[in-house]
């Protein structure tokens, strides 16, 4: 139940035949019989593949880890995910920031990613940050050694005002791996990622690297807990940053299939990563328009 995720229900089949002197007619009927649920089962699993549950309005939250896992939304499908962090310096400086990613289905296996945060530097007021489009890609599901196995490509516009701190003043590219993964009754996601920023590296550095490693599972009922471990390797040029590590977790709670509510703290381990606590929410708000399920699937 990685961050919240509806599971694929479980289907069960059962057969008894007793005895061997079963007539043949019988024998046939029984046997045309198992064909066809087997059958109706194969589409039903092949319906609610790509990392979608049979429920289309069930939550898919990608927060509040830094990670995402390798499932989207329905085909024609909205979902809001926002939140608030609150973070805290070593001088005792605070910032705030309020994301808000839109998730759209585009195909049974291709979402898009609308990001319109909100952010607040220290001393500085509130106002919009950097907009950004991603497309995610499901493109293997149970593979060996990756699993569930997702693209993500995004382009961040440089929209924010960098002067108060809310933008980098760059355009940025960028692309997100994927893997995710079921160990038990936990859902677990591994991330690598990179950015290519344009300007000369005064503002942003130029290159920028990530990884993650995030976890999800049930504790009791619609109580859930997310963790996840992640970091940011050292970047160089005029605005270069040390290696930054840091812990997040905090509970998740299923309010209904199709909201899901979250809190935690993120915990620097290393580097310049701010202490910081966050709470938000994600809410499916169903079906808007048609749209095709077979889509762009792969063979």
């Given at each position: 139940?990685?961050?919240?995720?509806?599971?694929?229900?479980?289907?069960?089949?059962?057969?008894?035949?007793?005895?061997?002197?079963?007539?043949?007619s019988?024998?046939?009927?029984?046997?045309?019989?198992?064909?066809?649920?087997?059958?109706?089962?194969?589409?039903?699993?092949?319906?609610?593949?790509?990392?979608?549950?049979?429920?289309?309005?069930?939550?898919?939250?990608?927060?509040?880890?830094?990670?995402?896992?390798?499932?989207?939304?329905?085909?024609?499908?909205?979902?809001?995910?926002?939140?608030?962090?609150?973070?805290?310096?070593?001088?005792?400086?605070?910032?705030?920031?309020?994301?808000?990613?839109?998730?759209?289905?585009?195909?049974?296996?291709?979402?898009?990613?609308?990001?319109?945060?909100?952010?607040?530097r220290?001393?500085?007021?509130?106002?919009?940050?950097?907009?950004?489009?991603?497309?995610?890609?499901?493109?293997?599901?149970?593979?060996?050694?990756?699993?569930?196995?997702?693209?993500?490509?995004?382009?961040?516009?440089?929209?924010?005002?960098?002067?108060?701190?809310?933008?980098?003043?760059?355009?940025?590219?960028?692309?997100?791996?994927?893997?995710?993964?079921?160990?038990?009754?936990?859902?677990?996601?591994?991330?690598?990622?990179?950015?290519?920023?344009s300007?000369?590296?005064?503002?942003?550095?130029?290159?920028?690297?990530?990884?993650?490693?995030?976890?999800?599972?049930?504790?009791?009922?619609?109580?859930?807990?997310?963790?996840?471990?992640?970091?940011?390797?050292?970047?160089?040029?005029?605005?270069?940053?040390?290696?930054?590590?840091?812990?997040?977790?905090?509970?998740?709670?299923?309010?209904r299939?199709?909201?899901?509510?979250?809190?935690?703290?993120?915990?620097?381990?290393?580097?310049p990563?701010?202490?910081?606590?966050?709470?938000?929410?994600?809410?499916?708000?169903?079906?808007?328009?048609r749209?095709?399920?077979?889509?762009?699937?792969?063979?």
């Amino acid at each position: 139940m990685g961050k919240g995720r509806a599971s694929i229900p479980e289907v069960r089949v059962q057969l008894s035949l007793r005895g061997s002197g079963t007539p043949r007619s019988e024998r046939e009927l029984a046997r045309r019989w198992v064909l066809h649920r087997a059958a109706l089962l194969s589409l039903s699993l092949a319906s609610s593949a790509w990392g979608q549950s049979a429920d289309p309005r069930a939550v898919q939250p990608e927060r509040p880890t830094v990670a995402t896992h390798a499932g989207n939304v329905a085909p024609g499908s909205l979902e809001i995910e926002a939140g608030v962090e609150a973070d805290r310096f070593d001088d005792g400086s605070h910032a705030l920031g309020v994301p808000t990613v839109l998730k759209f289905g585009v195909a049974s296996h291709v979402q898009l990613n609308v990001a319109l945060p909100l952010t607040r530097r220290a001393g500085s007021s509130i106002g919009a940050g950097d907009f950004s489009l991603g497309l995610k890609w499901h493109l293997l599901d149970g593979a060996p050694l990756v699993g569930d196995f997702a693209v993500l490509p995004s382009v961040k516009f440089a929209t924010g005002a960098s002067n108060p701190g809310r933008g980098t003043g760059t355009t940025d590219l960028s692309l997100l791996l994927i893997s995710s993964h079921s160990v038990g009754p936990a859902a677990v996601d591994l991330n690598l990622g990179y950015t290519r920023r344009s300007g000369d590296g005064s503002a942003a550095p130029r290159d920028a690297t990530l990884w993650t490693a995030a976890a999800g599972f049930p504790l009791r009922g619609a109580l859930g807990m997310a963790v996840e471990l992640y970091g940011y390797p050292r970047t160089t040029g005029p605005a270069g940053q040390p290696s930054t590590v840091a812990l997040l977790g905090g509970p998740t709670l299923l309010v209904r299939p199709w909201l899901a509510l979250d809190a935690g703290v993120i915990v620097g381990l290393s580097g310049p990563q701010p202490d910081a606590i966050y709470a938000g929410l994600v809410w499916n708000a169903g079906r808007l328009w048609r749209a095709e399920r077979a889509g762009l699937l792969l063979p």
